[in-house]
């Protein structure tokens, strides 16, 4: 079975930009939630969508936004992009029989200069 | 909000040696507990987890225990190896649809020395 797939794996914006990323869950997984990770305030929740509505949502300003198709891939768009958005944007996917269990994606490495 | 501490922070030993990482977390409503493994460039590897019905689990060289009413959960490697070298997370949520967020620790890089 195929794991969660992120693209792109690398992106680099400038300041003001926005960025969309994508992430395609495990097959048959209907739950998908965002991260972001950075040395600095290490692994923090973004949201989560559980059937193309967003469940949840962490204490990230409103230029974070995702939405989820009903093939349950998922967007996250960053707008007006800022230095301090350079992170690893990490997508988890969660299934129905274990749902809490969230099975990670390899990330997109997003750098803003 | 949920607040999880987790020590040490780094964790050197030699091969064959036994490691042990400790988490905290604070909100009681908090329900299930994993941990992941991230090696550099990937993302994080669920190792194992736990749910708070549970007081210890097992998988082979992984061990991971939960005391519900100190609020504190381990995980214990044995006879570790060179491979195991890796970031370990432990994290907390309260588990169901709308409410799966993930707590993390602030990591724990454990080297392992041949």
């Known amino acids: 079975k195929a794991g969660v797939t992120q693209t792109p794996r690398y992106l680099i914006k400038t300041r003001g930009q926005q960025v969309t990323l994508s992430c395609s869950p495990i097959?048959?997984?209907?739950?998908v939630s965002w991260y972001q990770q950075t040395p600095g305030q290490g692994l923090q929740f973004l949201f989560e969508?559980?059937?193309?509505?967003?469940?949840n949502k962490g204490n990230f300003p409103g230029r974070f936004s995702g939405r989820q198709f009903s093939n349950s891939r998922s967007e996250m768009n960053v707008s007006t992009l800022e230095l301090g958005d350079s992170a690893l944007y990490l997508c988890?996917?969660?299934?129905?029989?274990?749902?809490?269990?969230?099975?990670f994606g390899p990330g997109t490495r997003l750098t803003v200069l | 909000g949920e607040n999880v501490e987790q020590h040490p922070s780094t964790l050197s030993v030699q091969e064959g040696d036994s490691a042990v990482i400790k988490c905290t977390y604070s909100?009681?409503?908090?329900?299930?507990f994993p941990w992941y493994k991230q090696e550099l460039g990937k993302g994080p590897q669920l190792i194992i987890d736990?749910?708070?019905?549970?007081g210890e689990k097992k998988d082979q060289r992984i061990a991971v225990t939960l005391n519900k009413t100190a609020k504190h959960f381990s995980l214990h490697i044995t006879e570790t190896q060179p491979e195991d070298s890796a970031v370990y997370f432990c994290?907390?949520?309260?588990?169901?649809?709308?409410?799966?967020?993930?707590?993390f620790g602030s990591g724990t890089r454990l080297q392992v020395q041949p």
């Open positions: 097959s048959g997984h209907r739950s």
């Open positions: 988890a996917s969660s299934g129905q029989v274990s749902t809490d269990t969230q099975y």
């Open positions: 736990i749910r708070s019905n549970v």
């Open positions: 969508y559980f059937s193309e509505t967003q469940r």
């Open positions: 994290a907390a949520s309260k588990g169901d649809t709308g409410r799966r967020a993930l707590t």
């Open positions: 909100d009681s409503a908090s329900n299930y």
